[in-house]
């Protein structure tokens, strides 16, 4: 158990900054999620605190002990690659117990810890196998068990679920859920992958060119994103950014003038305020709060020019006014129409944002 | 039909060129290691069941296996055979250890690793002629080197080869520097097989030095490592330009390998079919010995299954 605390850390490999300053606090016990596109410094901020990097500055600390100058080995700190990292040359049951190996151990005391976790994590039958001829989901909870036998302080989770299928990934996902419930060691997990950074995180953080922009709960990340960045990395399909201009309308309150409609900005109202009219904004529409409206009923006229359907829900590729929007409806609606028809949408939802045009941060 | 048309016309030798151009391609390559490989290695073969010799102008005479008989039972050839592991148990397994620590040191990167890895490497690539040469002027007592330095420090000059020992020593020496870089080009060849994040993941998992070692880092260079064995003892066994070249099997007949042995029977003695016997016996041990090789790589490679 233990409370991670990093403050700007920076590390550069030659001319790339990999990161330029991460702050971070992870509470006791929390599962945490680091999320970013690839090459955003997920890996190098695991790294540095397993202390496989030195960073070049910045201070790292666990418990409120300075971890600089403590060597890998005493930090008590368990780490899960991309790759897995196995041990080929040993089986199942050798790699499980590699960790234990250094403990000191009784060896009835290793052999009924490797046998609880092969159970916890259902590999058993592979227990005198190699890595080599293990599936992949095997191979994967292999990793994990290595890590989780140790009952080290933190888990460090490098992507482990990206060289996984989609099938896999999905159970996977429950897994660490399970896993976390059941065992309460503190977790810092490093996804590139949105669904998995929600769906499993208590708290995430979104990492981007080296440095942390924002550090929440899933649900207000997607509904409070501090920049357009964040605002687009979280939210499937992805959010509509549309270009507007901040006019007072006739009635003196707020209205964002787009394209194909002029929006009322009174819920923005306080936001709104500092800023002077005429003002570029973008204005952040998630693809769930557009609706299909019936032709006369006052909607924006639209053309559908792709439509994509995904099982469950079909989504809507559309141009207003020459603008790209995305939507999404149910499959049964959009079965009735194919690319090319006219229809009328509206806006709805509380969940529209707007964007200062040039910094991309959130005024309301 | 339009393919083989070409070669129902011409003349007879023009089509049987054309029909036979591959064969006709290799076939001087293959006459040359007929002639100069495979049939004398038969005919020395044959010669290994007649009592002959080459200086004398006898009709060779039909003996059966008296030549094998005569050799095995011969105390002399035993002793000559001792001698045989005594250089190539020490000499191999100091080229092992030499070429390891080489390796280990040029796996890692540091200033100057280049210009020192192809310093390391010269002996290898160096005639057996020239090593034997240097060697000899290098353990030479009046104005070798080796002496001059012992004779700095001690006031007397050094005569390495005048012992029994020494004289082993010295070859020994000679081989080891000669080959050691070939056991280091194999096995570095392993070690930088090795994935680096297996490493981090034993540091992670807090694994000893000694422990990472033999469970991560000798299985990628175990094969190559008996592929090294192998072949350096398969060439320790033959020895025979250096020891000829720099005591040429003296003092007396302490450095007297095998190979140098069948030398001196098949030229110095002119028992020609003797010694071709000998050399069968040599190539059947040399043949067991690949088999041995062979046998544990695919014990080895089912064991991986």
């Keep these: 158990m233990a409370q991670l605390r990093l403050s700007g850390l920076t590390k550069s490999y030659g001319s790339v900054h990999a990161l330029r300053g991460i702050d ?20 190098t901020t695991l790294r540095v605190i397993a202390g496989l990097e030195k960073p070049d500055g910045g201070t790292l600390t666990v418990d409120g002990h300075d971890l600089s ?31 234990l190996r250094e403990m000191k151990l009784r060896r009835a005391e290793i052999d009924s810890r490797v046998r609880e976790t092969a159970e916890l994590l259902r590999i058993t039958h592979t227990l005198d196998r190699r890595p080599a001829s293990l599936s992949g989901g095997e191979q ?72 942390i922009t924002q550090v929440d709960t899933p649900d207000r990340l997607y509904a409070r994103p501090v920049d357009r960045h964040v605002a687009s990395l979280i939210g499937d399909p992805p959010i509509n950014l549309v270009r507007g201009t901040l006019k007072p309308s006739s009635a003196g309150a707020p209205a964002i003038e787009l394209p194909f ?27 769930h709060d557009l609706a299909l409206v019936d032709d006369g009923a006052g909607g924006v006229p639209a053309t559908i020019e792709i439509t994509e359907p995904q099982g469950d829900i079909t989504i809507l590729d ?28 509206s806006l709805a939802g509380a969940d529209t944002r707007l964007f200062l045009s040039d910094s991309g941060t959130m005024v309301a | 039909m339009a393919a083989t048309y070409h070669a129902e016309h011409g003349t007879l030798l023009e089509r049987f060129f054309e029909r036979n151009r591959g064969p006709l391609l290799v076939s001087p390559a293959l006459a040359v290691l007929v002639i100069m490989n495979i049939f004398p290695l038969l005919w020395s073969f044959g010669l290994s069941f007649y009592r002959y010799r080459a200086n004398r102008v006898k009709e060779p005479e039909f003996v059966w296996f008296k030549n094998y008989e005569k050799v095995l039972t011969d105390p002399v050839v035993w002793e000559r055979f001792q001698t045989t592991a005594i250089v190539v148990t020490v000499d ?34 160096l005639s057996f002629v020239a090593v034997g040469a240097f ?62 994040h297996l490493y981090e993941a034993a540091e992670i998992d807090r694994a000893s030095w000694w422990r990472r070692f033999w469970t991560i880092t000798f299985p990628y260079i175990r094969g190559l490592l008996l592929l090294a064995i192998l072949f350096r003892t398969i060439e320790a066994f033959k020895l025979f330009d250096i020891v000829f070249l720099i005591t040429e099997g003296g003092p007396g007949t302490s450095t007297e390998t095998i190979a140098v042995y069948v030398y001196r029977v098949a030229f110095q003695y002119f028992k020609t079919s003797q010694s071709a016997a000998l050399g069968y016996i040599l190539l059947f041990v040399v043949i067991v010995l ?16």
């Design chain 1, 261 to 287: 409609m002029e929006l009322d900005g009174d819920r923005w109202r306080e936001g709104l305020q500092a800023l002077e009219s005429g003002t570029e904004l973008l204005v952040g529409i998630r693809p």
């Design chain 2, 135 to 196: 060697f000899r002027y290098y353990y030479e007592p009046t104005f070798g080197l080796l002496s001059q330095a012992v004779k700095a420090v001690t006031g007397e000059p050094f005569i390495l080869l005048g012992s029994e020992v020494g004289a082993l020593a010295g070859i020994i020496f000679a081989d080891v520097w000669m080959w050691s870089p070939f056991v280091m080009l194999l096995v570095l060849a392993g070690l930088v097989s090795v994935p680096k």
């Design chain 1, 24 to 43: 971070l606090e992870v509470e006791d016990g929390e599962f945490f999620v680091l999320f970013g596109p690839s090459a955003a410094g997920k890996t």
């Design chain 2, 92 to 125: 191999v397994l100091l080229q092992l250890v030499v070429g390891f620590l080489l390796a280990l040191l040029f796996e890692k990167t540091f200033p100057g690793r280049r210009v020192l890895l192809m310093l390391v490497l010269t002996p290898m690539m």
């Design chain 1, 318 to 345: 559309l141009k207003a006014a020459g603008v790209p929007l995305r939507m999404v409806v149910a499959e049964a609606t959009g079965a009735r129409y194919t690319a090319g028809d006219s229809v009328h949408i």
């Design chain 2, 290 to 305: 690949t088999n041995l090789y062979l046998f544990f790589v695919r014990r080895r490679d089912v064991e991986e299954q």
């Design chain 1, 140 to 211: 994967q909870r292999l990793a994990i068990g290595r890590a989780i036998i140790r009952r080290p302080r933190l888990f460090l989770f490098d992507e482990p679920l990206t060289n996984l299928d989609a099938k896999l990934r999905h159970d996977m996902r429950a897994e660490f859920k399970r896993l976390h419930r059941e065992i309460g060691t503190t977790t810092l997990y490093a996804t590139p992958d949105q669904l998995e950074a929600l769906s499993i995180g208590e708290r995430v953080a979104v990492i981007q060119h080296g440095r």
């Design chain 1, 69 to 99: 100058g403590v060597p890998v080995k005493r930090r008590d700190m368990a780490m899960v690659f991309q790759s897995f990292a196995l041990y080929p040359h040993l089986t199942t049951f050798q790699n499980l117990a590699y960790p």
